[in-house]
């Protein structure tokens, strides 16, 4: 399978791995006939994205799909956060061969749950997907 330089880049030096103590919200994520298990911890500030991490069990793809959505977050509103796509994550990878296209959509999905959570967590309703 052919990946991008971006791709290899992200899974082998991947950016913000790991968890956040005290997160504001997390969303866990997983894909049952892939066995890909995504989970996204956030810390927010008056609205604000101040920092992302990730833990991924999965395969390359996943795990750059995971670093780069966390790159992509950071310092957005939760909206803008919302809005990030699993498409605009793949570019941002200089795409994904179509085979592995879910593991973008498992990062867009991590999200809006970790939004959620917190949102929950603050007494407001969760937002639609």
């Known amino acids: 399978m052919d990946y991008s330089k971006k791709v290899m880049d992200h899974f082998m030096n991947p950016r913000n791995m790991g968890s956040i103590e005290n997160s504001d919200g997390i969303g866990e994520v997983g894909n049952a006939k892939c066995g890909d298990i995504m989970k996204i911890y956030l810390k927010i500030d008056t609205g604000v994205i101040v920092g992302a991490k990730f833990r991924t069990f999965g395969c390359g793809a996943a795990v750059a799909s995971s670093s780069m959505a966390t790159e992509l977050i950071k310092g957005k509103t939760?909206?803008?956060?919302?809005?990030?796509?699993?498409?605009?994550?793949?570019?941002?990878?200089?795409?994904?061969?179509?085979?592995?296209?879910?593991?973008?959509?498992?990062?867009?999905?991590?999200?809006?749950?970790?939004?959620?959570?917190?949102?929950?967590?603050q007494g407001l309703e969760p937002w639609d997907e």
């Open 78 to 121: 939760l909206k803008e956060a919302w809005a990030l796509s699993n498409r605009a994550v793949a570019e941002a990878l200089d795409g994904l061969p179509p085979i592995k296209m879910h593991c973008s959509m498992l990062a867009e999905e991590a999200i809006h749950e970790a939004i959620n959570d917190y949102r929950r967590k």
